[in-house]
């Protein structure tokens, strides 16, 4: 049925206002992982009063209703009654992604992109679309250094940074183990890179948890990579452009066998002519982080991948898709 130009300007009216008051959806978010509101309904283990939840959180009751009726209606907890005269509210699926640690939880993805740094980049979105041969990010500019400079510097930030990238690991991972386990098969050895070795920067491995199973390595991945089976890159290759995508590529080629070696790189693969994949839509949400926070990273299209694996010398890969926004991408030499 063809939409009129009344029922299209109804729609504006209501769509301008998600656009000027969108932050509210934002802030409600925050303030429910930092004050712990999932974690306390969630071990309630029934519809919890409000006064409860107020009392429980040490919060203003008449202030708290009013966060928590926002997150009811979208369905970040419902309500259900607990008697005649009584309502209670409960955890969803998507409240038990605000609890901090919890399994499926990206408590610590949303402090970070939501932190006084994080947010102050998309300030300056606007003028790093108009610059032309400018690879200074919004990052850089609204904080006085890139943002792997910052989190050298600056260790709160780092710890934010790391718990975040975390948990966003954990979710990930196991979509991919469960999504293609094969992926990993005949693999004795494996060298996670930017993350068998964990390889990364000095600073990020001096205070990388300890295990038998798993050595940490410090080094820089644009001068050498340790000899292993495989490399594991999850989103590594989208801090950067073309040019340095090819040379981190390099190093991994040199550091596994010619015959049964592999890299396996988990990214979002951008499909911008699919309608109606709302995790396609996600992957563009994240090109556009990207160029707010880093210099010269991007997430790629099919064919961007396909040239960048190309570039130096892996003649074949394939990619699959799992449940999370990204995709497992197995390259070979």
Known sequence: MEVTIKEEEARAEVEIWNYVLGYVKIAVVKCAVELGISDVIENYGSPMPLSELATTLQCEPSRLHRIMRIMVHYRIFKQEPINQYTVGFSSTPLSRRLIKGGEKSMAAFILLMYSPTCLAPWHCLSARVLETGNNISPFEVANGKDIWSYAEANHDFSELFNNAMGCDARLTVQATTEGCPEVFDGVESLVDVGGGINFDLPHVVTVAPKSDSIENVGGDMFMSI???????????????????????????????????????????????????????????????????????????????????LRQFGFTRFTVKPIRVVQSVIEAYP
């Open 226 to 308: 340790p000899n292993v089976d495989a490399a594991f890159l999850m989103w590594v290759l989208h801090d950067w452009d073309d040019e340095e995508c090819i040379k981190i590529l390099k190093k991994c080629r040199e550091a596994i066998p010619e015959d049964k070696g592999k890299v396996i790189i988990v990214e979002a693969v951008l499909e911008e002519d699919k309608e109606g994949n709302e995790l396609g839509v996600v992957g563009l949400m994240l090109d556009t982080r990207m160029m707010a926070i880093t210099n010269k990273g991007k997430e790629r299209t099919l064919k961007e991948w396909s040239y960048v």
